[in-house]
């Protein structure tokens, strides 16, 4: 069975920061940046980001953005 999108997508950002790329404390693009970069829906862009902040890979600052979280790994 292929990934849905929201997967596809959260694996290419959990790369991201699982490579270094993205270092803990770096801010997030944000969902219309992300939408246009991976040509997705925002609601596909939200369950991604849903899965990343749910195994603890990110965290969001309500009004400022989603971060990478000091502690990234599972």
Known sequence: MPKQQY???ADALREKI???EWPPGTKL?????L???YGVSDTVVGKAMMILRAT???ETLE???V???E???D
């Open 63 to 65: 009004g400022v953005g």
């Open 67 to 69: 971060f990478v979280a």
């Open 29 to 33: 693009p944000s969902r219309a940046q």
């Open 71 to 73: 502690s990234s790994a």
């Open 7 to 9: 997967q596809v997508l």
């Open 56 to 58: 603890g890979r990110t």
């Open 18 to 20: 699982e490579s270094g």
């Open 35 to 37: 939408c246009k970069e």
